[in-house]
Nanobody, 122 residues
Framework: QVQLVESGGGLVQPGGSLRLSCAAS????????MAWFRQSPGKEREFVAA????????YYTDSVKGRFTISRDNAKNMVYLQMNRLKPEDTAVYYC???????????????WGRGTQVTVSS
């Protein structure tokens, strides 16, 4: 059974930074691609970033390019999302997700975490 647990959310001022973490359980996960999604009130869940199992390739939605960085530590079964220069429009619940395929993880992940709230406000 795959379990994903997010942490690191909170309240931050515009221009600030946060680092989200996702702890993954499941022995096969070291070969799975990982992703972050987010959902704001009244909006559909949207893709934010993804990383291949080797960490060698990353993908980002246009609105976060240059500000967010996804990374992973396979030895610890952890995935991270470093978020810099945060904007009020980044406010959302952020979800960790996984799938063996880097293509599928960006659209239809097989497993989801429960999410962590990020609020960007002064």
């Amino acid at each position: 059974q795959v379990q994903l647990v997010e942490s690191g959310g909170g309240l931050v001022q515009p221009g600030g930074s946060l680092r989200l973490s996702c702890a993954a359980s499941g022995s096969a996960l070291v070969t799975y691609s990982m992703a972050w999604f987010r959902q704001s009130p009244g909006k559909e869940r949207e893709f934010v970033a993804a990383i291949t199992w080797t960490g060698g390739t990353t993908y980002y939605t246009d609105s976060v390019k240059g500000r967010f960085t996804i990374s992973r530590d396979n030895a610890k079964n952890m995935v991270y999302l470093q978020m810099n220069r945060l904007k009020p429009e980044d406010t959302a619940v952020y979800y960790c997700a996984t799938n063996p395929s880097i293509t599928a993880v960006r659209s239809t992940p097989a497993y989801w975490g429960r999410g962590t709230q990020v609020t960007v406000s002064s």
